[in-house]
């Protein structure tokens, strides 16, 4: 997937690549960033979750509001339990 260009990807990502490691711990997909693009690989559903997971996160950056380690593992936690939208 690529993020659009006006998202710093430190702002997704994190300082130090902070939030890409809460991510990667709780997923068993590979995740590699190389640019604005992430390209995910492991099974189609988790695969799934960790896409629609960095939509949600590209949608709470475009409402203004800055990503937190625990705004990141909330946002995992109602992808998996609900139908809910972290954003």
Known sequence: MLIPDEYPMVSLLGS????????EGAFK?????????ITVTGSPDE?????????ELVE??????DLTP???ERSIAM????SERPA
């Open 16 to 23: 130090g690549d902070e939030l890409l490691r809460v991510i």
């Open 60 to 65: 709470v950056l475009r409402t203004g509001a």
């Open 70 to 72: 625990d705004a990141v």
């Open 79 to 82: 992808l998996r339990m609900t």
């Open 47 to 55: 695969s799934g979750t960790v896409v629609r997971l960095f939509e």
């Open 29 to 37: 997909a590979d995740i590699h960033v190389r640019g604005n693009e």
